[in-house]
């Protein structure tokens, strides 16, 4: 099962994405847990996931993320602010999917 978590301000605004993202798996068959949490909870949530993303709104932690997340082995990288402000759960899936396979 690959794992995909997503990291924002509280963990509540990425909500609506992490079930588009579910709908989107769902629809496809795909073996994936998906979720959200408070960006301060990064490092504890990154010990056993295969990919992180950021929300744009914590974008700005691209680079501590990336301290914490490579040594893990984890890709990681923030979600395009207009497929995240039109919750283009879909994309934003394709997007973990094809992080971790090039990993």
């Known amino acids: 099962m690959l794992k995909i978590k997503l990291f924002c301000n509280a963990g509540m605004s990425t909500s609506m994405l992490v079930t588009k993202m579910r709908n989107s798996a769902k629809e496809r068959n795909l073996d994936v847990e998906i979720t959200a949490f408070p960006e301060s909870k990064l490092e504890k949530e990154t010990d056993d996931c295969d990919v992180a993303l950021l929300g744009p709104q914590v974008k700005f932690l691209l680079g501590r993320a990336k301290k914490i997340c490579d040594p893990k082995g984890i890709p990681v990288a923030a979600i395009n602010i207009q497929d995240y402000g039109l919750m283009k759960g879909e994309k934003v899936l394709n997007m ?6 090039e990993k």
């Open 96 to 101: 973990a999917m094809k992080m971790f396979e």
